[in-house]
């Protein structure tokens, strides 16, 4: 005996269910301008990188001690801006839109699609509080040119960052650990 069972139509309101979900689901390619936008970003961020490198090397010969330490720190800081935003275009992508398959594996960041939202906010706040530190550390090497003022808000900015950061960290242990 043969199985002929029948498989129920479907409803109208599944239909429309089905066409919502497919409709909610497609959405998510939405995001992708974004993170062109992104790389565009990180293309104008490039520019500023080679600018200021040129005019470091140019003022090398006749530099003090302070202000070569001043260019590299400037360096440093375009560099950990474009690395949080690789780190927010991969991981934002392969979260919301689409696994990036066609990525050789050879040429594939150990962390990409293993940074989760909760991995990747802390470590975008993390990069936030070094990005910070660096800008303070500049004004530190260049005290004589900040107000009192202007020296005070930087600290506040940058503590306010750093406390960020922990009550942020605390609270993602809180919550794994609840789970």
């Given at each position: 005996m043969s199985d002929t069972s029948v498989v129920p139509a479907e409803t109208s309101a599944e239909k429309v269910e089905r066409g919502v979900e497919k409709a909610l689901f497609a959405s998510r390619w939405l995001m992708a301008p974004f993170y062109v936008g992104l790389m565009i970003g990180l293309f104008a961020l490039m520019v500023v990188f080679l600018r200021d490198l040129a005019v470091f090397v140019t003022k090398i010969p006749t530099a003090k001690e302070s202000d070569v330490i001043l260019g590299i720190l400037t360096l440093i800081d375009l560099s950990l801006a474009g690395n949080l935003v690789i780190m927010v275009v991969f991981s934002g992508y392969e979260n919301?839109?689409?696994k990036m398959e066609h990525v050789p594996t050879k040429?594939?960041?150990?962390?990409?699609g293993s940074i989760d939202f909760s991995a990747l906010k802390m470590k975008l706040l993390a990069s936030i509080v070094a990005i910070s530190a660096i800008h303070l550390?500049?004004?530190?090497?260049?005290?004589?040119a900040m107000s009192d003022r202007e020296m005070m808000w930087l600290v506040v900015i940058h503590v306010t960052f750093v406390m960020?950061?922990?009550?942020?960290?605390l609270?993602?242990?809180f919550a794994s650990s609840a789970k």
């Amino acid at each position: 005996m043969s199985d002929t069972s029948v498989v129920p139509a479907e409803t109208s309101a599944e239909k429309v269910e089905r066409g919502v979900e497919k409709a909610l689901f497609a959405s998510r390619w939405l995001m992708a301008p974004f993170y062109v936008g992104l790389m565009i970003g990180l293309f104008a961020l490039m520019v500023v990188f080679l600018r200021d490198l040129a005019v470091f090397v140019t003022k090398i010969p006749t530099a003090k001690e302070s202000d070569v330490i001043l260019g590299i720190l400037t360096l440093i800081d375009l560099s950990l801006a474009g690395n949080l935003v690789i780190m927010v275009v991969f991981s934002g992508y392969e979260n919301f839109v689409s696994k990036m398959e066609h990525v050789p594996t050879k040429d594939r960041p150990e962390w990409m699609g293993s940074i989760d939202f909760s991995a990747l906010k802390m470590k975008l706040l993390a990069s936030i509080v070094a990005i910070s530190a660096i800008h303070l550390l500049k004004a530190f090497m260049n005290v004589g040119a900040m107000s009192d003022r202007e020296m005070m808000w930087l600290v506040v900015i940058h503590v306010t960052f750093v406390m960020s950061g922990v009550l942020m960290a605390l609270t993602d242990k809180f919550a794994s650990s609840a789970k």
